[in-house]
């Protein structure tokens, strides 16, 4: 089979793959997953290292990937994740290799992720005051999460990208500081609206904080200038200046009231090997099935190729839009994979 790319009907081509690892997550964010999970993903569901090395390696040889993300759920906790890196690196050496992680017990295993293969890491982080983390996170473990970042940006897994979900009335007043960390510590802070997905299914858009919101509040300590050049990347990027000195630089995210839907270049796998066009979608394609059926890569590509094809305009619907039409994925974001 030639090399075919991941073209959908509106000529968007994927060449990022978002490749959950596992579902499994040692926080309990209120945004994201209940303070009591009934339970995880069987580990006989899960995609172990050879298939997860496998798609990836049909996924960019065959249909044009670049860029490979490992994703969760909450990827550290996966007692062979350097294991995996390593693996994909010696395969696809020439693919880059990031992960998204919570950034606990990233202290440990930093070093050992950068000399495996992995590139750079985002680490979600959305308040250093440790109320507040408490608060979001049900769990009070911020020093952790705050050596984890000191410990990627020793590694060389730079830039350090930290992502930030704003939330109106828990950490919108804390957001200057977390700026101003990031500043001292030379990582980049995305911003990031809250999106209809996860456990909770109370979202209103009257609680969401805006992008521009996040930007006017920035604006009162530094003075924002756009970064040019933003092709298909989902942040919107400004350099923070001030007294006449570049200080560093943040992003904005803004998938609810400034959607990015029309230079979407993503595609995804959850840890249990099933494929989605988008994260809102509906539909799945159980690839991990092929996977375990015999199918060969020829037959796995064809499946992937047919999925993207089908892509929806906008989040998960070609009406598009969060409106009357829009309905939440059933499977919460860890499940899904970030």
Same mark, same amino acid.
């Given at each position: 089979?030639?090399?075919?790319?991941?073209?959908?009907?509106?000529?968007?081509?994927?060449?990022?793959?978002?490749?959950?690892?596992?579902?499994?997550?040692?926080?309990?964010?209120?945004?994201?997953?209940?303070?009591?999970?009934?339970?995880?993903?069987?580990?006989?569901?899960?995609?172990?290292?050879?298939?997860?090395?496998?798609?990836?390696?049909?996924?960019?040889?065959?249909?044009?990937?670049?860029?490979?993300?490992?994703?969760?759920?909450?990827?550290?906790?996966?007692?062979?994740?350097?294991?995996?890196?390593?693996?994909?690196?010696?395969?696809?050496?020439?693919?880059?290799?990031?992960?998204?992680?919570?950034?606990?017990?990233?202290?440990?295993?930093?070093?050992?992720?950068?000399?495996?293969?992995?590139?750079?890491?985002?680490?979600?982080?959305?308040?250093?005051?440790?109320?507040?983390?408490?608060?979001?996170?049900?769990?009070?473990?911020?020093?952790?999460?705050?050596?984890?970042?000191?410990?990627?940006? +020793?590694?060389?897994? *730079?830039?350090?990208?930290?992502?930030? =979900? /704003?939330? !109106? #009335?828990?950490?919108?007043?804390? @957001?200057? &500081?977390?700026?101003?960390?990031?500043?001292?510590?030379?990582?980049?802070?995305?911003?990031?609206?809250?999106?209809?997905?996860?456990?909770?299914?109370?979202?209103?858009?009257?609680?969401?904080?805006?992008?521009?919101?996040?930007? +006017?509040?920035?604006? *009162?300590?530094?003075?924002?200038?756009? =970064? /040019?050049? !933003? #092709?298909?990347?989902?942040?919107? @990027?400004? &350099?923070?200046?001030?007294?006449?000195?570049?200080?560093?630089?943040?992003?904005?995210?803004?998938?609810?009231?400034?959607?990015?839907?029309?230079?979407?270049?993503?595609?995804?796998?959850?840890?249990?090997?099933?494929?989605?066009?988008?994260?809102?979608?509906?539909?799945?394609?159980?690839?991990?099935?092929?996977? !375990? #059926?015999?199918?060969?890569?020829?037959?796995?590509?064809?499946?992937?190729?047919?999925?993207?094809?089908?892509?929806?305009?906008?989040?998960?619907?070609?009406?598009?839009?969060?409106?009357?039409?829009?309905?939440?994925?059933?499977?919460?974001?860890?499940?899904?994979?970030?």
């Amino acid at each position: 089979m030639s090399h075919l790319p991941l073209v959908d009907r509106f000529g968007r081509v994927a060449t990022d793959l978002r490749l959950s690892v596992t579902d499994v997550c040692n926080l309990r964010c209120t945004y994201c997953l209940p303070e009591v999970v009934d339970g995880w993903l069987p580990r006989a569901e899960v995609l172990d290292r050879e298939e997860l090395v496998r798609l990836a390696r049909i996924g960019t040889r065959t249909l044009g990937i670049e860029k490979i993300r490992l994703t969760g759920g909450e990827p550290l906790t996966r007692p062979d994740l350097v294991e995996i890196v390593a693996d994909l690196h010696r395969a696809l050496p020439e693919v880059e290799l990031a992960l998204t992680t919570n950034g606990l017990g990233l202290a440990r295993k930093a070093g050992a992720l950068r000399e495996a293969g992995l590139s750079r890491v985002n680490v979600s982080l959305d308040t250093v005051d440790r109320h507040t983390y408490a608060q979001i996170t049900r769990r009070g473990r911020l020093d952790e999460v705050l050596e984890g970042l000191s410990a990627a940006v +020793a590694a060389g897994l *730079t830039p350090v990208k930290v992502n930030c =979900v /704003p939330t !109106r #009335g828990i950490n919108d007043d804390g @957001l200057l &500081d977390l700026v101003d960390h990031c500043v001292e510590t030379g990582c980049e802070l995305r911003f990031i609206e809250q999106m209809p997905i996860g456990a909770p299914r109370d979202w209103a858009r009257e609680n969401l904080v805006t992008a521009q919101e996040v930007r +006017a509040q920035v604006a *009162t300590r530094y003075e924002l200038r756009e =970064v /040019p050049a !933003r #092709g298909a990347a989902p942040a919107e @990027l400004f &350099d923070l200046w001030r007294d006449g000195e570049q200080m560093g630089r943040i992003g904005t995210i803004a998938s609810v009231t400034e959607p990015f839907c029309g230079s979407c270049d993503r595609t995804r796998i959850s840890a249990d090997g099933q494929l989605r066009s988008c994260l809102f979608s509906q539909d799945e394609t159980d690839l991990r099935g092929l996977l !375990r #059926g015999g199918a060969d890569d020829e037959q796995i590509a064809r499946a992937w190729l047919g999925t993207m094809a089908a892509k929806p305009r906008a989040h998960g619907s070609d009406a598009g839009g969060f409106g009357e039409d829009f309905v939440q994925p059933e499977r919460p974001m860890n499940a899904i994979g970030g």
